[in-house]
């Protein structure tokens, strides 16, 4: 097998189901499951990151199942460099199909988007664009 596609195989999330019935029975805010979760990816993003995420960006993460896997914080971290290196403040960062909108200053990932809701969508306040 070419190791292009096994590589590209390994990489790709596996989703089953169907996402409303994923979404009818995810457990309700604020539940010790659903907190318990939202903990360890917060203690998970913290190690493995320079740039912290707001809690917005946390559940932004969760709701709309972003892969925030090491290799991609780097290529995070990256594009948050490079935006400060070029003066910007508040930049949209683009990695693949997913958008991110950090604070250079505070080193924070403000809001995330992944490619299901970037259509449509409109970034203000944002003083620049870094792709990655």
């Not at 790709?12 to 903990?39: D, L, Q, V, Y």
């Not at 990816?41 to 912290?52: A, R």
Request: charge should be negative.
């Amino acid at each position: 097998m070419d190791s292009m596609i096994y590589n590209k195989m390994l990489h790709t999330p596996i989703c089953t189901g169907k996402p409303w019935e994923a979404a009818r029975n995810k457990p309700a805010e604020g539940t010790e499951e659903s907190s318990a979760f939202k903990e360890l990816l917060e203690q998970k993003l913290k190690e493995e990151s320079q740039v912290t995420f707001s809690r917005h960006a946390v559940e932004r993460v969760m709701e709309r199942s972003v892969d925030v896997s090491s290799d991609k914080l780097e290529r995070l971290n990256e594009g948050v460099k490079l935006a400060g290196e070029k003066g910007l403040k508040a930049p949209l960062i683009l990695m693949d199909s997913t958008a991110f909108v950090v604070n250079v200053k505070n080193n924070r990932v403000v809001t995330v988007v992944n490619e299901e809701s970037l259509k449509g969508t409109v970034f203000t306040n944002i003083d620049g664009t870094v792709m990655v």
